[in-house]
């Protein structure tokens, strides 16, 4: 059984609203209260009860675990870009994964109020890059999770080095995407 929410509550600011805190944001927005989301896992004689992990993972993670799970190996036609969590539900290191980057891409607007976006996330680190500020040029803001979970303090001019890097990072899996797309 796997169980998991998609994008955050609403918090459109109505009487249907929803709280995501202490998260910023929420369904449609690029903040946490829009990406972390709940997710849980159950399989009989894997999955310790009670078991908890806090390793940050994506929604493209599910395909490679999904076969894993069921012993399939995916063919060679099929593009993986999730990796197994196995390792995870068997309760083996958090490390296990290794270090990578996840990204999320809003490309529209949203009826809930949210911003065409794309977000890395590097370790504690995550870049926010609202597309559409007008004039202005995009919006960068940058944070340490570890300190910072509700995302309250843009970091970008006073760390420029990892403002940098995280770029770069992003710029390259755009392109990459973009790529992947056209070959399509």
Known sequence: VVFTSDNGGVVS???CSTSCLPLRGGKGRQWEGGIR???FF???GLTAPGSCCHVPVSGIDFYPTLLELAGVAPSQADAVDGVSLVPLLRGEAEDQLGERDLFWHYPHYGNQGGEPA???????????????NGKKGPIEELF???????????LAAEQP???????QRLDEASARDRDAVVKD
């Open 13 to 15: 600011g109505d009487s």
């Open 118 to 132: 794309s977000t890395i996330r590097h370790g504690d680190w995550k870049l926010v890059v609202t597309k559409s």
């Open 161 to 167: 080095g990892v403002l940098a890097e995280l770029k």
């Open 37 to 39: 989301e709940p997710l």
């Open 42 to 44: 159950r399989v009989p």
């Open 144 to 154: 340490d999770l570890a300190a910072d979970p509700g995302e309250t303090k843009n």
